[in-house]
Nanobody
């Protein structure tokens, strides 16, 4: 089992920044990747950014150039730096860890990000 605990959400104005953190604990071996997804009200959950154990990153087109995903392996923590936030970034942000040969997914409890115009 992998436990994921997110923090850092909140209410900001358009153009401001936030940094989300996700701390992993438990059986954190053979993690293939960690990432951030978001789900806005009435919409499906979507990928925001992902980082593999090899350090490769991938971003949704809507956040490229504004968001940066990074990790600290010594703390088993992944971060999402969000700059130039827009109202359309408003959503619940979920941390994800993908593990093992069967690509099992673990999810955090989610953290709300609200961007006012």
């Amino acid at each position: 089992q992998v436990q994921l605990v997110e923090s850092g959400g909140g209410l900001v104005q358009a153009g401001e920044s936030l940094r989300l953190s996700c701390a992993a604990s438990g059986s954190i071996y053979r993690i293939n990747s960690m990432g951030w997804y978001r789900q806005a009200a009435g919409k499906q959950r979507e990928l925001v950014a992902i980082i593999t154990t090899g350090g490769s990153t991938n971003y949704a087109n809507s956040v490229k150039g504004r968001f940066t995903i990074s990790r600290d392996n010594t703390k088993n923590t992944v971060y999402l730096q969000m700059n130039s936030l827009k109202p359309e970034d408003t959503a619940v942000y979920y941390c994800n860890a993908n593990q093992g040969v069967y690509n099992y997914n673990y999810w955090g409890q989610g953290t709300q990000v609200t961007v006012s115009s």
